[in-house]
């Protein structure tokens, strides 16, 4: 080995190897327009500033870094799209490294975990368990608990419960093969159970009831209607490290069991039931069963079609952790919720490997967490997902993934999900192939949300689709909550993405929401706040990479397709492909009160269309900007811009711009002393590097 020569080889995408060629790139140039650089984008707020939001608990570690250097969000969704792309990759699921990490857990890990605390960093589950007779470990489950497994009074066994001789008798319905791979997959389950109870070690457990069983946060957050002081205290005294060791646990565990059992031949249809100290361990066989999740800690199936009723992969405040493995078949999951991969203070993991299955619930299900781990990952088939609020991939406080992993899908919500980053949480939907869609109903008279931004028309506030979300308290309550990390990340396919108000790489309130689309013609259908757009303090992003894309903003469209209010980065890069633009008033990289709203479209034929409101490129000036010593130093100590860009093809615009032009601010504007730019550029050639500096860095040679 030490005598081997490596040869690391750097894979940069194509614009950026041909932006190293030449000295000034057109992102360069265009900021040059109004003598801007790419260091002058973003904010550090000061601390002085008065009236400037401060105090505010809960931000994810990359928020402070992404606001100040807004080109890099660029990147970071990009790498979390490509761990979407590797980890969920169908033909390498079965695979582990040396440390016998499989890509569900890397997946996990990357996309949830990591974003959320940075503390674990992906390398080992430490599983150490060896497989072991099924009704042994379940009596060692029993002395985990803290439970006897023989039972003695006067000296003498009493005559019953015979657990041990039950347990054996028990168990001798499951095929043999799968009993010592069940056991050890119980024995991982203690381990991890133990990491779970520690997280909460410090925590009242009266709050922490109140916790998993609140079914409002979605709602009650941005603007701060229902503050539940219990969250405050339990996020100030759990142990985040133990809870995030005992999912990565969980998951490499059940996953792990789910390679052992595909191996697994001629198994009859049978049924095992065993109610633990730590709740029902359920194992079914090729029957089409009907299994109900009440109470459960692990639901293992090895075939068939069948129906699931019930809290399945669902924690609460008395179950720390509920696992469900389903290998074959085509599955029903229907349930109130939560179920269906909801941590509520704990763990919930569902891992359906095959099959064409629909998901049905009304709230919390389908990759939720509150205060925990929720995963929903589905490894094979077309799948049909409808929740109704809360899930999807939803975090509050807590980590919500859905991860689907092929086939054609239909994801269907009426708010809060589908990539939602509630206040302090993570919530991300990965779908790495297939031409799959994704609606949040709009119509509010359905889903009960109507939005003010859109009083006279019924839309939803959908909160959805790479969306981020805080708890806006500074005009209630003073409990300013950060948003978190909502993403969508698809990897291939001809997609159709749909919703109401708030969506599609959206912010709100120190929240950073993503969505980035890796291929495929796509079409984009939003209303307001939509498509790289955000409002207070945020971030929101849309990245799409290929083909021929619509992105259409309906109803009285405004506050879309790169459209920042207030300290937002609001960025739409769509790279390739003849591409539409579509929306009724302001938006296409449209700054207000300080944001840095940029859309950029390389390559392609492109179509710009919306009406009188502005031009593309627009940074609106306000008086505020120039009034120091007061109230709104902030406003006048920064820098924002409206930036169009677009690069290459035969462009067309609803205004009088021109292909191949253009156009700033008039020369007595007063945006140009406040350094409040609007820039529009359009340009037949040239290459963009989407990095915050490439031109400082150093270049090796003396
Ligand atoms: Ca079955
Ligand atoms: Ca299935
Ligand atoms: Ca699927
Ligand atoms: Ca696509």
């Given at each position: 080995m030490k005598n081997k020569l490596f040869v690391i080889v750097v894979m940069l995408p194509w614009w950026t190897q041909l932006a190293c060629a030449q000295q000034r790139d057109a992102l360069d140039e265009a900021l040059a327009l109004v003598g801007m650089r790419r260091a002058d984008l973003g904010w550090r707020p000061k601390g002085w500033w008065p009236r400037f939001p401060g105090d505010i608990p809960y931000k994810l570690r990359a928020f402070d870094s992404l606001l100040a250097e807004p080109l890099d969000s660029i990147t970071y969704t990009r790498s979390l799209a490509e761990a979407a792309k590797v980890h969920l990759d169908p033909t390498a699921m079965d695979d582990t490294d040396e440390r016998g990490v499989g890509h569900l857990h890397q997946a996990v890990h990357r996309l949830g975990v990591n974003p959320k605390f940075g503390g674990l960093r992906g390398y080992a589950a430490n599983l150490t368990a060896a497989e072991m007779p099924l009704d042994e470990a379940i009596l060692t489950l029993y002395r985990a608990a803290g439970r006897p497994t023989s039972f003695v009074t006067f000296a003498t066994e009493s005559p019953y419960p015979q657990l041990s001789a039950e347990l054996a008798e028990a168990v001798a319905v499951i095929p043999e093969d799968a009993r010592p791979v069940l056991g050890r997959l119980v024995l991982n389950i203690i381990d991890a159970r133990r990491w779970a109870d520690l997280a909460f070690r410090n925590v009242d457990p009266a709050k922490r009831a109140v916790v998993t069983r609140r079914f409002n946060l979605g709602q009650e957050q941005v603007d701060a209607l229902d503050y539940c002081p219990q969250v405050d205290d339990l996020a100030r005294t759990w142990d985040e490290a133990s809870l995030w060791y005992a999912g990565e646990k969980c998951v490499q565990a059940l996953d792990d069991a789910r390679t052992a059992l595909a191996k697994l031949q001629d198994v009859p249809p049978f049924a095992f039931d065993w109610e633990t100290p730590w709740g029902w361990i359920r194992v079914r066989g090729s029957g089409d069963d009907e299994v109900d999740g009440y109470d459960a800690l692990l639901i293992v199936d090895l075939g068939g079609d069948d129906r699931y009723s019930g809290p399945v992969a669902a924690s609460n405040a008395n179950q720390a952790v509920s696992l469900l493995l389903e290998c074959a078949g085509n599955d029903r999951y229907e349930a109130a919720?939560?179920?269906?991969?909801a941590g509520l203070c704990g763990i919930g993991v569902l891992i359906d490997a095959a099959g064409e299955d629909v998901y049905r619930a009304d709230r919390y299900a389908q990759g939720v967490g509150q205060f925990g781990l929720g995963v929903c990952a589905d490894l094979g088939g077309s799948d049909d997902y409808f929740v109704k609020y809360s899930g999807q991939g939803c975090g509050y406080f807590g980590i919500g993934l859905l991860l689907d992993c092929t086939g054609r899908d239909r994801y269907k919500l009426?708010?809060?999900?589908?990539g939602l980053g509630g206040v302090g949480g993570v919530g991300l939907l990965a779908d790495r192939s297939g031409d799959d869609t994704y609606e949040a109903v709009r119509d509010a008279k359905i889903t009960g949300r109507p939005s003010y931004h859109s009083p006279d028309e019924d839309i939803t506030v959908s909160n959805a689709q790479g969306c981020a979300m805080g708890r806006r308290g500074d005009g209630a309550d003073g409990h300013s909550w950060a948003g978190g990390l909502g993403a969508l990340l698809d990897s291939e396919g001809n997609d159709k993405y749909t919703s109401g108000n708030w969506s599609m790489g959206t912010g709100y309130w120190f929240g950073t929401g993503l969505l980035h689309d890796g291929a495929g013609h796509d079409e984009y259908r939003g209303v307001v706040w939509s498509q790289g757009s955000g409002a207070h303090f945020c971030i929101g992003v849309l990245v799409d990479e290929a083909g021929d894309d619509r992105h259409l903003i309906e109803a009285t469209s405004n506050n879309s397709l790169a459209f920042g209010h207030d300290f937002a980065v609001a960025l739409l890069v769509n790279v390739g492909g003849d591409d539409t633009y579509q929306m009724q008033q302001n938006g296409i990289a449209y700054s207000i009160n300080r944001s840095v709203a940029a859309l950029i479209d390389v390559g392609g034929d492109d179509s710009y269309v919306g009406n009188e409101a502005n031009r593309p490129g627009m940074a609106v000036f306000d008086d505020r900007f120039r009034a120091r010593g007061g109230v709104s130093d902030y406003f006048a100590d920064t820098t924002a811009v409206g930036l169009f860009l677009d690069v290459g093809g035969n462009d067309r615009y609803w205004t009088e711009q021109q292909n191949n032009t253009h156009w700033l601010d008039e020369p007595d504007s007063p945006n140009w002393t406040e350094r409040n730019f609007s820039v529009g550029v359009d340009r037949d050639e040239g290459t963009v590097s989407l990095r915050p500096r490439p031109e400082k860095a150093p270049t090796g040679r003396p």
């Open positions: 919720g939560p179920t269906q991969g009426y708010a809060d999900g589908q």
